[in-house]
């Protein structure tokens, strides 16, 4: 009797264990599949002609449990959406509150990120825009700087550059949740874009093959079944599925698979994450301040230095005044005009590379001053190289795009896209060569180490042009604010991927004597029209203007 109660305890032990185990196990499951699931999908089966192909979207492995390492999430993967920061319970503290102010004075203002409970956030990574507006007797606006104290506590510091009553308008973009998702995801994906090149030589009578390719190595394939394109020389990768039916030199034209693109974005991110980005949470307008009333006492603002290279930063790179944006980094003026852009333009040569915001530049300065442009051929149509002149002045401009990655839906002609550090070391410079650079647009889907290191071979080329001819300007602008009207372009391009960017462009290029920095971020930030990739005219005008500022230092 006793060994079959002894057996009948060790078998119902036996079955709790097994019980809990496979309680454990299943747990375990959902909880993978919850959180990883559209990790899986991402390896996605893509349609080429007829028939499937594998493509990776990650190198090295599918990202790890997310809800591992933060708190804001529940035992089974979910996100407490209790804990996420809300803007609408987020306080705004003035801290020394005088009522009236100076022009020229500082004004602080502290956030403390509250949760939707009330409760106080005690990690940073929110991403937060804050300015000043003034629509009383005059249209003006100023971006504020702020800082994140890592606690939950962020300081926002404005110069009150002009005298009236100011509001503060706090937006918060994204909360530190989202950003913990678009941050895994931009470091663990390394190739989030879909892009095809067609290979094809009529010589053989063949039909033209598309291959998938991508920026960075796809290590799932062998190297034997790649074409590789990259550039050491440039910093540059590219790398295509080879081929069937032709050799890796015959590749044509490549082009950018938008709806792919998207959906392959979009399964990366949970169900549950993309509620972070859903209307509810997205570039939220916060609480506006009181009116803050600024009087001018008549005190001389300091003399700012020339517009160049290695421009101390300063508390504010300027602010919007009827129309117009003043600089308070450098000496700028307002080339408003054709005569006044002439004048400055004049005898010399322009050259501009990089996305689709500088030829915007391009061809908004070929309209200001009425240049005769060459004839495009639809090879050139998207990418150039476009030229136009004024011979009556002797004014030369060129754009050309930079190299891959291109995310442009058209077919792109291959043999078309040049690098720009091989095209500054073809470039012959002097003191009346400007060349002026652009590259973030289409390199906020990539890596961040990929653009580091494209950077780095431009800073490398630009040593070399200004050790052959001294005399040259060299000019890299900044990022500018977008929309963030939809899931895909939050994840994949949302403006703190771009600010990320400008970080990376200041570290390589501060520094460096021989370039001048254009930074128009808070000129978009701050400005009156909408969020656009592409800002509003009036906005170019005044990009322009501060350009020219740089070219023609007063």
Not at 214 to 228: A, H, I, P, V
Request: charged fraction near 25%; hydrophobic fraction near 40%; include cysteine.
């Amino acid at each position: 009797m006793m060994m079959v109660a002894l057996w009948k305890a060790m078998r119902k032990r036996y079955l709790i264990l097994v019980l809990v185990s496979a309680t454990a196990l299943a747990t375990a499951i959902y909880i993978y599949l919850n959180v990883n699931l559209s990790k899986m999908v991402a390896w996605s089966l893509l349609i080429r002609a007829d028939r499937y192909f594998l493509v990776s979207t990650n190198q090295q492995q599918l990202p790890t449990l997310r809800h591992l390492t933060v708190p804001w999430r529940r035992w089974n993967g979910l996100i407490d959406y209790d804990l996420v920061t809300s803007a609408a319970q987020t306080k705004l503290i003035f801290p020394n509150f005088k009522g009236i102010y100076a022009k020229g004075d500082i004004l602080r203002m502290k956030i403390v990120a509250l949760d939707k409970r009330g409760r106080r956030k005690r990690y940073g990574g929110d991403f937060f825009r804050a300015k000043l507006v003034s629509k009383d007797s005059v249209n003006a606006s100023a971006a504020g700087k702020i800082t994140d104290h890592g606690d939950g506590t962020y300081t926002v510091l404005f110069v009150l550059a002009w005298a009236g009553t100011v509001q503060v308008h706090t937006q918060l973009v994204h909360p530190s949740e989202a950003i913990e998702v678009i941050k895994q995801i931009r470091d663990t994906v390394p190739n989030r874009r879909v892009f095809f090149c067609n290979f094809h030589d009529k010589r053989t009578g063949l039909a033209g093959e598309w291959t998938p390719c991508t920026g960075q190595r796809n290590t799932s394939l062998q190297r034997k079944m790649l074409c590789d394109f990259s550039k050491k020389s440039v910093n540059a990768t590219w790398h295509c599925e080879r081929p069937k039916h032709h050799p890796c030199n015959t590749i044509h034209v490549c082009k950018f698979d938008y709806n792919r693109t998207k959906r392959l974005v979009e399964s990366l991110v949970t169900r549950d994450e993309k509620r972070l980005f859903s209307r509810l949470l997205l570039k939220r307008d916060m609480r506006r301040s009181t009116h803050i009333r600024v009087v001018d006492r008549g005190i001389q603002p300091e003399v700012l230095p020339q517009c160049g290279p290695c421009l101390t930063p300063a508390q504010s790179e300027g602010f919007w005044f009827n129309g117009l944006w003043h600089s308070m980094s450098c000496r700028a003026r307002h080339f408003l005009r054709s005569g006044d852009v002439l004048q400055c333009l004049r005898n010399k040569t322009v050259f501009m590379q990089g996305d689709s915001t500088m030829r915007q530049w391009y061809f908004r300065l070929v309209d200001r001053i009425s240049a005769q442009s060459e004839e495009i051929t639809k090879s050139q149509e998207f990418i150039g190289p476009f030229a136009a002149a004024d011979n009556a002045s002797n004014v030369r401009l060129h754009f050309r795009f930079h190299g891959e990655p291109i995310q442009k839906k058209i077919n792109v002609s291959f043999a078309n896209i040049h690098y720009v550090a091989d095209e500054l070391d073809q470039l012959t410079g002097g003191p009346d060569v400007v060349v002026i650079l652009g590259l973030w647009a289409h390199f906020v889907a990539e890596p961040l180490v990929a653009f580091r290191s494209r950077l780095y071979a431009i800073s490398h080329a630009i040593k070399r042009l200004v050790h052959r001819s001294p005399a040259t300007k060299v000019i890299i602008r900044t990022s500018n604010t977008r929309r963030h009207d939809k899931l895909f372009i939050s994840v994949q391009a949302s403006d703190w991927l771009a600010q990320e960017l400008n970080v990376v462009i200041r570290d390589i290029f501060g520094k460096h004597d021989s370039v001048a920095i254009l930074d128009v971020w808070e000129m978009t930030l701050c400005q009156e029209y909408p969020d656009d990739a592409h800002p509003n005219v009036h906005v170019v005008d005044n990009e322009l203007s501060l350009l020219l500022s740089y070219i023609c230092p007063l």
